[in-house]
């Protein structure tokens, strides 16, 4: 099927930042992805504080979102299978359909005050299932409505709705999360959800080249794992990605404790937190998406990788208001950079007949280790303060980066000016 520009776009208008949205069967799923990606972050932050005032315990926050990141481990590898194998855009419009329920029944549970912490930690598993294996689906489609000249800016895009939901969400959380003990931040959710679902359906078909027809899922999951295997470059940046999750995303668990330490113990401080990661989050994508094409791939990589561990250090020692909204906006900045343009160089490295499984691999490692960082991260907190479970593991990760110096395969993409040579072909061929 072709893929045509938006009619009577002007170019000087749609090129640069937003070139990607001149394509008219793009902008249904960027709608899509924006308004599922605010849902999910309300939703997040609404679970965050009812877990938190319940108990009073990081320990409480940190087990939630260890149930919403571990289907990212369990589930999410499983979703890049049926990317390849089955109807895309069928599959993500079942995604939103869970995650529309799901955040029904979590505004039940907090409309209830129910204290118990186990029908929380269920449904906010249910909840990261279906959000996390939507994820690799909305880019696996990309290939199919957008030309390669655009991709970069398409991905980029795609990043900033991630990353620009972690402001919009907390922001329409904020004032609903003491109505109904948090039921109205959950029902705005579900509202957001619902109309995801529609955008989705107007988007219409999206054909693909289908994979695995002549094997199992398990089998396709395996081909996929080896073609990870046996290319270099995308092991390696899938692997740094690995680390980067594991030492610096272990925050969330954290943050309700420093808006207690920092702001007074509100919900409405803990919300500021998150739209200030958020709000840096999505300046950074969209810094990468207007201006990737005039700096040095490989030093922004790095530079990026080192930053989104060190910048958590003033994050977790803020003595003040400014400080602590300055820290985490540059915390946010310098992470979403980071993972766009891996996420970027993993698009560019992979084809189509596997793109989904890769990402699913991809997106199902980090979710999985973060899951892992944040339930450690929230427990530890609890006996030795939020600020050292936050700035110690970015210091570290920090090292780890220039650490990576020594692998001549990242230090080759490190020398890369453009992203397109930055990621060599893999070694053989999945099926």
Not at 40 to 61: I, P
Not at 111 to 133: E, N
Not at 146 to 161: E, H, T, Y
Request: proline fraction near 5%; glycine fraction near 10%; include cysteine.
């Amino acid at each position: 099927m072709a893929i045509e520009p938006v009619a009577g776009v002007g170019g000087s208008i749609l090129s640069g930042m937003f070139s990607a949205v001149q394509h008219k069967r793009f902008r249904p799923l960027w709608t899509a992805s924006i308004l599922s990606g605010v849902a999910y972050m309300a939703a997040v932050t609404a679970c965050g504080w009812v877990a938190f005032d319940l108990h009073h315990h990081s320990s409480t926050v940190g087990l939630v979102v260890f149930a919403s990141f571990l289907p990212s481990l369990i589930i999410t590898p499983f979703a890049g299978v049926f990317a390849d194998r089955y109807d895309r855009r069928t599959m993500l419009l079942i995604m939103n359909a869970i995650s529309l329920l799901s955040t029904l029944a979590l505004a039940w549970f907090a409309w209830a005050g129910d204290q118990s912490i186990w029908p929380l930690v269920v449904v906010s598993f249910v909840l990261g299932a279906s959000r996390s294996s939507s994820t690799p689906m909305e880019q696996a489609m990309l290939g199919s409505l957008i030309p390669a000249r655009d991709l970069l800016n398409a991905v980029s895009l795609l990043q900033a709705n991630l990353n620009g939901a972690r402001l919009l969400g907390p922001l329409l959380a904020a004032p609903l999360l003491h109505v109904g003990g948090g039921a109205g931040a959950f029902l705005v959710a579900a509202a957001l959800f619902a109309l995801a679902c529609w955008a989705i359906w107007v988007l219409g078909a999206v054909p693909h080249p289908r994979s695995g027809s002549d094997y199992g899922p398990l089998t396709q999951f395996a081909h996929g794992i080896r073609y990870v295997f046996n290319a270099p470059a995308v092991c390696s940046v899938i692997t740094l990605v690995f680390l980067h999750c594991a030492f610096t995303m272990g925050y969330d668990a954290a943050l309700p404790r420093r808006a207690t330490d920092v702001l007074g113990a509100t919900g409405t401080a803990y919300s500021l937190l998150m739209m200030a990661i958020g709000g840096g989050s999505l300046v950074g994508a969209f810094l990468l998406a207007g201006f990737a094409r005039q700096v040095h791939y490989g030093y922004l990589f790095f530079a990026t990788s080192i930053l989104s561990g060190l910048t958590l250090a003033p994050l977790g020692y803020a003595v003040s208001w400014p400080g602590a909204l300055l820290a985490s906006a540059a915390v946010g900045m310098t992470q979403s950079m980071f993972i766009a343009l891996a996420t970027t160089l993993l698009q560019i490295a992979t084809p189509d007949h596997v793109r989904g499984r890769v990402l699913g691999l991809y997106w199902g490692s980090t979710g999985g280790v973060m899951a892992v960082s944040n339930l450690a991260t929230g427990r530890l907190a609890d006996g030795l303060g939020a600020g050292p479970m936050l700035a110690l593991p970015g210091l570290a990760f920090g090292a780890v980066t220039v650490l990576t110096l020594c692998a001549p395969t990242l230090r080759e993409i490190y020398s890369r000016r453009l992203a397109s040579t930055a990621m060599p072909s893999a070694i053989g061929r999945s099926r």
